[in-house]
């Protein structure tokens, strides 16, 4: 008796020097687990600590959760995802599995949302004002299973449908909730896993004629892979396009200002994404350029790589625009003024504003005065002159003789000036472009006659410039 007594006692001592200490949160409550205590696991189990993004249509939280957990979670040690998806909530959590002493210490960085985007892959779904469940969830991101679980909340039992990782089911089963959503109840029940089927294509409505400006007759047409939101866009002049929205043309569901004023060329816009099979329906008015805002920007001189030029900003233009095109082969610097929304949608700028555009260089965008500088030196700042008098030495600013305008005798004051008559000269010339666009619509012998003379004119003024541009500061 003395002997079974005393192995028992030993095989406890054993079990439990043995067993895996593990960090778990000691408030439930607190989702940053400040307060942590040590457990001891059940044989078999690991210890986990994730970090959790839950988001809904209020508002996401984040969270930390330490614990031990059986096999279905951790099968094995190292860093996994684990998600789970009614539709109008999902939980995503960074997860990491261990088996050592106290191994769940650390604090995972989170995960990132904007990669856990809609897939097109389809799963039952329960509208809770129907008494049939006939809705559907879209997943997210690399979800591919489908599940359903019956939960008890508040004494009622009801069955939660939904999207997840592989691991859904079985981590629902033994965290005794859908992971990392306790909200919605407690698993009664084991869950059920089902493959999702694959990605459904995205399709949007696509203007019949390319050639009719107002769009009249439209059809659904599948998109590509990737593609999940549909496009409406009107030009300035009233022209409308419809079409698929990946990406790089819809970053994300709404309405935006397109708007790119590259010099010799403005191209303006009114968007609107959306997301659903043949949504992109609306007819937007045609946008109205706006104000001078008080930025300028860089813009080269057509055809060459002469960009020391600036354009004054106007309506929601809020960024410097750079780039490079294809021209006759070559590849020349695209500056100029545009908006957030072409940043975040680049294909926008030579699909929509500047179509026939090649771009050779992805686009970037600044936001600061003159920051789209080609030679990327921006001075914000006059330096004070070290010229006191006409007769003085280089001093000023970019060494401008103090001899240039008699009447001013400080040389920074002669930058000021300088960089104003480059300015009105710019515009002059870009009036000038304009006004050759008008004159074709006029008749033969008036073009004939003033043609000549409008080229002379800007002739003349960009030798002007080419006069003005050593001596100015940009």
């Known amino acids: 008796m003395k002997l079974l007594v005393s192995l028992t006692l030993l095989s406890a001592v054993c079990a ?19 307060l942590v205590e040590n457990i001891i696991c059940p044989w078999g189990k690991m210890c986990v600590t994730a970090s959790v993004i839950v988001e809904s249509t209020d508002h996401p939280v984040m969270r930390i959760f330490k614990d031990c957990v059986g096999r279905s979670v951790c099968s094995s040690p190292g860093e996994r995802v684990i998600s789970s998806n ?12 261990c088996n050592t002493r106290k191994c769940n210490g650390e604090v995972l960085p989170f995960p990132d949302v904007s990669e856990h985007m809609l897939n097109r892959r389809f799963c039952p779904g329960c509208d809770s004002s129907e008494s ?30 939904g999207c997840g990782s592989d691991d859904v089911c079985a981590a629902s089963e033994k965290l005794d909730s859908l992971p990392f959503l306790e909200e919605l109840g407690t698993v009664s029940a084991t869950p059920t896993c089902t493959d999702a089927p694959e990605p459904q294509i995205r399709r949007c ?3 019949d004629d390319p050639m009719d400006t107002t769009c009249a007759a439209s059809t659904e047409t599948d998109c590509e892979a990737g593609t999940d939101l549909c496009f409406t866009f009107t030009e300035e002049g009233g022209r409308i396009y419809r079409g698929c929205g990946p990406p790089s043309v819809c970053p994300s569901p709404g309405s935006f200002l397109l708007s790119a004023d590259i010099g010799s060329s403005l ?20 946008p109205t350029q706006g104000m001078t805002n008080g930025l300028m920007c860089h813009i080269c001189i057509p055809g060459s790589t002469v960009c020391n030029f600036l354009v004054l900003c106007e309506g929601e233009e809020n960024r410097c625009l750079t780039s490079a095109s294809d021209v006759g ?36 965008c600044c936001s600061s005065m003159r920051c789209n500088d080609p030679d990327r030196v921006i001075t914000t700042t006059l330096p004070p002159s070290t010229t006191t008098g006409m007769g003085g030495g280089s001093g ?8 240039l305008f008699p009447g001013v005798i400080d040389a920074d004051l002669n930058a000021v000036v300088i960089q104003e008559m480059l300015f009105v000269v710019q515009q002059v010339l870009l009036y000038l472009q304009q ?3 008008y004159l074709l619509q006029c008749p033969v012998d008036q073009q004939l006659l003033l043609q000549p003379l409008l080229l002379l004119c800007q002739q003349l003024l960009i030798y002007v410039q080419l006069l003005l541009q050593p001596q100015g500061v940009w």
Do not use: W
């Open 16 to 34: 439990a020097v043995g067993a895996l200490v593990c960090r778990h949160c000691t408030d439930p409550n607190d989702p940053e687990c400040t």
């Open 86 to 97: 009614v539709g109008d909530k999902f939980s995503l959590a960074n997860v990491n599995c």
């Open 132 to 161: 049939m469940c006939t809705d559907t969830v879209e997943c997210r991101g690399n979800e591919a299973t489908c599940f359903a679980a019956t939960v008890l909340n508040a004494g009622v039992e009801s069955t939660v449908y």
């Open 205 to 207: 409505l696509q203007c």
């Open 267 to 286: 191209g303006l816009a009114n968007a609107e994404c959306c997301r659903g099979d043949g949504c992109n329906t609306a007819t937007l008015a045609a």
């Open 329 to 364: 082969g070559n590849s020349l610097p695209l500056l100029g003024c545009t908006t957030e929304a072409v940043c975040n949608a680049p294909d926008t700028l030579v699909s929509v504003l500047l179509p026939g555009t090649v771009l050779t260089e992805p686009v970037s």
């Open 396 to 403: 000023g600013l970019g060494g401008i003789p103090p001899f």
């Open 435 to 437: 006004l050759q666009l």
